[in-house]
């Protein structure tokens, strides 16, 4: 008896990082308590993302010949649409999902643009350059401010000085008490940065995003003194929609599809 032949499409690279997000943090309970990612776990994410391009998460990097999404040629992608990075006149958010667990998403800047030093509180994120080259400004704590202080505000160590990152380079990862948790991005050219950030940022759960200005500290080289400063007045970020292929999500996730209603091209 002959049985029809079929074929199975193989999986997109954003689904395949999502599965392995979602292996590598979702299951990370011990009696439902989290529990830290292993570095194993981190390393095979940095690895996953070092592989991706702009196009494999619905992005236009405007190179001539852009980089083909999951291994195929963009002309053979019949109805594919990406978002062109010239589109990009403010600092644009790419949503592509979110759970209690983590996050993924596309920062995309044009040119000259900057997002302000801000921290990750009890965070691990991962950001791959897509495309373009950014400036990079970042910090860890000497000592971490108490939690229960009114303003954030000390002692802390440089880790990056204006660091200039240009596409392609390595996935980088900073880590609650390392890696440089409080960053800055200003744009050198257009860029976009995918990052995977674990758990996502949440008021409820006394994770909110907190904005910093920094001092040289002149007698103490590689150190400045960051004090905690409301949120820029002249911050814009914008919403856009995520065209890159389709993914099947945990039914469990709790995935927000509310961030990209004021885009505009």
Not at 87 to 110: A, E, L
Not at 171 to 181: A, Q
Request: hydrophobic residues 40%.
């Amino acid at each position: 008896m002959a049985f029809p032949t079929c074929s199975v499409a193989p999986l997109s690279k954003v689904q395949r990082l999502y599965d392995a997000c979602d292996m590598v943090f979702s299951s990370a309970t011990t009696a439902g308590m989290p529990m830290p990612a292993t570095l194993g776990g981190i390393s095979w994410l940095q690895h996953l993302l070092d592989g991706m391009a702009a196009a494999d998460v619905g992005i236009d990097d405007g190179e001539k010949q852009p980089a083909s999404m999951d291994g195929a040629e963009p002309s053979a992608k019949k109805g594919v649409r990406l978002l062109p990075a010239h589109g990009f006149t403010r600092i644009t958010y790419v949503h592509i999902h979110q759970s209690d667990d983590f996050s993924i998403g596309v920062f995309c800047f044009p040119a000259g643009a900057t997002l302000p030093l801000h921290d990750h509180p009890e965070m691990v994120v991962l950001s791959k350059l897509l495309y373009g080259s950014v400036r990079v400004r970042s910090y860890d704590w000497v000592t971490a401010p108490p939690s229960s202080s009114q303003r954030k505000c000390g002692l802390a160590r440089v880790v990056a000085a204006d660091e200039v990152r240009r596409a392609p380079c390595e996935t980088s990862v900073l880590f609650p008490r390392g890696g440089g948790n409080m960053h800055a991005f200003t744009a050198v050219t257009p860029c976009a940065i995918l990052e995977v950030i674990t758990p996502p940022y949440s008021e409820e759960h006394g994770r909110p995003s907190t904005y910093f200005n920094d001092v040289p500290i002149v007698s103490l080289p590689g150190f400045a003194f960051l004090e905690e400063v409301e949120m820029p007045e002249d911050l814009s970020v914008v919403g856009a929609p995520y065209l890159g292929p389709r993914i099947t999500v945990d039914m469990d996730d709790d995935d927000d599809d509310d961030y990209y209603d004021d885009y505009h091209q």
